[in-house]
């Protein structure tokens, strides 16, 4: 099925929900009746972007926000300190029911972070979403019991394997240090007692000796042993293998093991959802395949948030988030961008050219919205090139200007652009036809102009690909 689009062309002078500027907004727009996966995956990479079936492209020259597509490489992908707070958080609150912002003296959240999340993500009261758990079938709800016990099953070996101490756990998913399996003695703030429920602080002299201590055993285990015992370090305190000192991956920090007894059960759902994208299964795509769905978040059987995302074949592009205000504290804006990151990697695997996470726009300008250049490595779309450029690269020339070309080759050109828009496809009064035909029956002057800036907007490949509905 070809994509149906209905261009409404530039959208200039309204209100601009970033700066707060009342006339300083400016995008062109279209109306998708229907749309392939491949279509839209080629026009967010020229810039597009879509709020449910409108899809809209920010004139970057001309807005008071310039809206920068920005890109995650997932495969590359390293968790901040930052983001293995949020981790270490929800884990400590699931596992015990634990509400804390911080362990041992970490600095705490920047609170402007949790402040753009829920801005950019469409926050909303008290979840105005129409499911609940009741309107799951019996089917599901045995599908997601007999889920759970397997994975009960698999933490209990994974837990003979890991470390046995759960204050070891904590220490190592707040510390964003190399994961050891080692304890460090501490002793406690003046004027304040031992609280042994809590993970021991680690003094950065103690850190400094056991990364010397690991390198010496890389270097020469049997030395680094015996220089240990000699100062009557027993040798069980370190880890056998040489490669425990790398930090632990995105993986290890969202899927650790639980308690049996943990406090409260975090389950996901995926339902693909009404959009104007058309589900895809081909045989080469992942298992789940192409298109629209709901990340549905269920925390003890009642849904704390709905993630939309887009499955499309070279990334996941994330849409929007729902969540209840009252679990605002485990911070789940960033929390299901780190899951969904997770979620592209699980997809690469089958998928090969699915490697990316789109997460929708980056404002430079706007304080809250620059929190999603925070995830790295990540990359900015030339708004005059569409080449992508590591965001590293763009930072600069961004303190400089709110609008920026990115590309440093100033012969470079578009190379998608619109060369021969009389091949554009268009539908009209029902019959397909090219725009060298339908620009025949036509005698308004300012139909030519329109058609012809939609032409250059979406490049050529989708102007011959999708159909431009004219009445």
């Known amino acids: 099925m070809a994509s149906v689009v209905e261009?409404?062309?530039?959208?200039?002078?309204?209100?601009?929900?970033?700066?707060?500027?009342?006339?300083?907004?400016?995008?062109?727009?279209?109306w998708a009746h229907s749309m392939t996966v491949q279509d839209y995956q080629d026009l967010i990479d020229r810039g597009w972007r879509r709020s449910g079936k409108y899809v809209y492209k920010p004139v970057m020259n001309q807005t008071c926000c310039p809206q920068y597509t920005i890109r995650c490489r997932p495969l590359q992908f390293q968790p901040s300190k930052s983001h293995k707070k949020v981790l270490k958080k929800m884990l400590k609150f699931l596992a015990k029911g634990e509400i804390s912002k911080g362990n041992c003296g970490d600095e705490p959240m920047d609170s402007t972070m949790e402040d753009a999340v829920a801005g950019d993500?469409?926050?909303?009261?008290?979840?105005?979403?129409?499911?609940?758990?009741?309107?799951?079938?019996?089917?599901?709800?045995?599908?997601?019991?007999?889920?759970?016990?397997?994975?009960?099953?698999?933490?209990?070996k994974e837990e003979s394997k890991e470390l046995s101490h759960s204050q070891a756990i904590e220490e190592k998913l707040g510390s964003g240090e190399p994961s050891y399996s080692i304890k460090v003695p501490t002793v406690p703030k003046p004027g304040k007692g031992a609280d042994l429920s809590k993970p021991p602080c680690r003094k950065a002299k103690e850190i400094r000796k056991e990364r010397k201590r690991l390198k010496l055993m890389?270097?020469?285990?049997?030395?680094?042993?015996?220089?240990?015992?000699?100062?009557g370090q027993p040798p069980s305190l370190f880890p056998p293998k040489a490669k425990s000192n790398q930090p632990k991956s995105l993986e290890d920090l969202i899927f650790?093991?639980?308690?049996?007894?943990?406090?409260?059960?975090?389950?996901?759902?995926?339902?693909?959802c009404s959009s104007p994208l058309e589900a895809e299964n081909p045989p080469n795509g992942p298992e789940c395949g192409f298109g629209s769905f709901h990340q549905q978040y269920w925390l003890d059987g009642?849904?704390?948030?709905?993630?939309?995302?887009?499955?499309?074949?070279?990334?996941?592009?994330?849409?929007?988030?729902?969540?209840?205000?009252?679990?605002?504290?485990?911070?789940?804006?960033?929390?299901?961008?780190?899951?969904?990151?997770?979620?592209?990697?699980?997809?690469?695997?089958?998928t090969s050219q699915l490697s990316y996470y789109y997460m929708g726009f980056y404002i430079h300008s706007c304080p809250k919205m620059k929190y999603k250049g925070q995830y790295r490595p990540s990359d900015l779309l030339c708004p005059e090139t569409y080449v992508w450029v590591p965001i590293e690269q763009c930072l600069p020339s961004l303190e400089?200007?709110?609008?920026?070309?990115?590309?440093?080759?100033?012969?470079?050109?578009?190379?998608?652009?619109?060369?021969?828009?009389?091949?554009?496809?268009?539908?009209?009064?029902?019959?397909?036809?090219?725009y060298g035909v339908y620009k025949k029956h036509q005698k308004d002057p300012s139909e030519e102009a329109t058609v012809l800036q939609y032409a250059s907007l979406v490049g050529q490949t989708c102007s011959e690909r999708m159909l431009l509905f004219r009445n």
């Open 121 to 156: 993500f469409a926050l909303i009261n008290k979840l105005d979403i129409k499911c609940d758990l009741k309107t799951l079938s019996d089917d599901l709800k045995e599908s997601l019991e007999s889920e759970e016990k397997k994975k009960e099953k698999s933490s209990k």
């Open 256 to 272: 650790e093991s639980l308690p049996e007894n943990a406090s409260h059960k975090l389950e996901f759902t995926r339902f693909l």
């Open 218 to 231: 890389q270097q020469s285990p049997a030395g680094a042993f015996e220089g240990f015992q000699a100062q």
């Open 7 to 30: 261009y409404k062309g530039l959208k200039g002078g309204y209100h601009c929900g970033y700066c707060d500027s009342r006339e300083g907004k400016a995008s062109c727009g279209m």
């Open 400 to 434: 400089k200007s709110k609008y920026c070309r990115f590309n440093q080759d100033l012969e470079a050109v578009d190379e998608g652009r619109s060369k021969d828009p009389d091949r554009m496809q268009v539908f009209y009064k029902k019959a397909i036809m090219p």
């Open 302 to 350: 009642k849904i704390v948030a709905v993630g939309v995302i887009d499955i499309l074949p070279s990334c996941v592009s994330s849409v929007y988030l729902y969540y209840d205000p009252d679990y605002s504290f485990l911070s789940l804006g960033i929390y299901s961008a780190l899951r969904e990151i997770a979620f592209t990697r699980q997809l690469h695997e089958k």
